[in-house]
């Protein structure tokens, strides 16, 4: 009996597209970890959390992740020529409590629906904090206690 209730629940979990093994993952970028590797080997439903400044561009393509510093986390952009943060066509993306910063846009969106920003900062950066505004089919963001200078 338990077996069947237990499939059940991974059967209706995958039919509502909710992530059944969801991972916690932690990056420490002062120790020379990378946020971009953890970022590009995450499943849908992982939260990554992480502290330091992490000098590289990083890239999200993976649908429902949670991006989480530990309030003075930094993704810095190795060059002003390049974004500090890329969200590519991923969807229900969120990101909370880091600085964006040193990039040629902080944080830059494309093909995105469903993203949250909340207590992030965007400064320093050559072209805009947060590129696009207009992300696909608003009110597809929501942006509380966020900074762009």
Avoid: Y
């Avoid at 953890?38 to 991006?67: H, M, Y």
């Avoid at 995105?112 to 947060?130: D, S």
Wanted: contains cysteine; aromatic residues 4%; hydrophobic residues 40%.
């Amino acid at each position: 009996m338990a077996f069947r209730l237990n499939c059940a629940v991974v059967v209706c979990a995958l039919a509502l597209n909710v992530p059944v093994l969801a991972g916690k993952k932690s990056v420490d970028c002062g120790k020379g970890q990378s946020l971009n590797n953890a970022v590009q080997q995450s499943s849908p439903g992982d939260t990554i959390t992480f502290t330091g400044v992490c000098k590289e561009s990083v890239t999200v393509a993976t649908s429902g992740i949670t991006l989480t510093g530990d309030g003075n986390a930094v993704i810095q952009s190795p060059s002003p020529s390049q974004d500090s943060l890329i969200i590519d066509g991923a969807q229900r993306v969120t990101l909370t409590r880091f600085t964006v910063q040193n990039g040629a846009n902080g944080i830059h969106a494309q093909g995105v629906a469903g993203i949250i920003l909340e207590n992030i900062t965007a400064q320093n950066n050559a072209v805009t904090g947060i590129f696009p505004w207009a992300i696909r089919r608003p009110p597809s963001r929501i942006v509380r206690r966020s900074i762009t200078a």
